[in-house]
């Protein structure tokens, strides 16, 4: 390119969630999030939790920290180390590319100790049992010893494209076993409202099922209001 960019590009003036609405979604399934929000919310399902969920917290809540460091880079990500808010969720935005690790167990360290809550990326990782003695909440593509750079140009606190899904920082990132959402900022006190009702109509047909039901279609007035026919 004709100039080269900065090292580090530092967006501030982000949005916060307050701390009664990241309460507001403790414990609130992923998929019932999935459902208040038409049905569509989550990453893509090459993002799980690593370990699968067996060796560390299976349910995170947190304020999206974007760290858009691109393919085989880490520099967006160290910066977030350096400036995260405890409680934020750093999102990794690696591009989608899985040919080396996002990071590993040294610096899922330095983002414990910094306080983050969580870690999540559309890249693989490295250094499992050193992740796990961590105790870092961690959601990711897989396992890669490869090892990432720190040369930039990388962006901190902006927006960036994650696993299908736009990420802002300042969203609210909900992740547990199921998967990865995302929140967006403007709508939180609508899917935390919308939420609750779902989980509430889960509780309901959870008891009908258990109690037998099994007929979730009304054939009959399918038929009759012309939804269905009979050939």
Same mark, same amino acid.
């Given at each position: 390119m004709i100039e080269e960019p900065p090292v580090l590009t530092i967006v501030e003036g982000a949005p916060?969630?307050?701390? !009664? @609405? $990241?309460? &507001? %979604?403790?414990?609130? !399934?992923? &998929?019932? $999030?999935c459902d208040a929000m038409g049905g569509i +919310?989550?990453?893509?399902?090459?993002?799980?939790? %690593?370990?699968?969920?067996? !060796? %560390?917290? #299976?349910?995170?809540?947190? #304020?999206?920290?974007?760290?858009d460091s691109g393919p085989m880079d880490i520099m967006a990500t160290l910066a977030a180390v350096n400036l995260l808010t405890p409680g934020d969720v750093v999102v990794h935005a690696a591009h989608g590319h899985g040919g080396c690790a996002t990071i590993g167990d040294q610096l899922s360290g330095?983002?414990?100790?910094a306080g983050a809550a969580a870690f999540v990326t559309d890249g693989p990782m490295r250094d499992f049992d050193g992740i796990r003695a961590t105790g870092?909440?961690?959601?990711?593509?897989?396992l890669n010893p490869n090892s990432p750079y720190a040369n930039?140009?990388?962006?901190?606190?902006?927006? +960036?494209?994650v696993g299908g899904r736009q990420v802002a920082t300042g969203d609210i990132i909900v992740a547990d076993r199921n998967g990865v959402v995302v929140i967006p900022y403007a709508r939180i006190d609508a899917v935390i409202a919308k &939420?609750?009702?779902?989980? @509430?109509? !889960?509780?309901?047909?959870?008891?009908k099922v258990?109690?037998?039901f099994c007929t979730p279609l009304? $054939?009959?007035?399918?038929?009759?209001?012309? #939804?269905?026919?009979?050939?």
């Open positions: 916060t969630p307050t701390p !009664e @609405q $990241i309460a &507001a %979604l403790k414990g609130v !399934e992923t &998929a019932f $999030i +919310a989550a990453m893509s399902t090459a993002i799980a939790p %690593l370990g699968l969920g067996e !060796e %560390l917290d #299976r349910h995170v809540v947190g #304020r999206a920290l974007v760290a330095m983002l414990k100790n870092l909440p961690c959601w990711c593509t897989g930039g140009p990388g962006t901190l606190g902006g927006t +960036a494209v &939420a609750k009702a779902v989980a @509430q109509m !889960e509780k309901e047909l959870e008891v258990k109690d037998g009304d $054939i009959d007035a399918m038929l009759a209001d012309g #939804r269905a026919k009979k050939v």
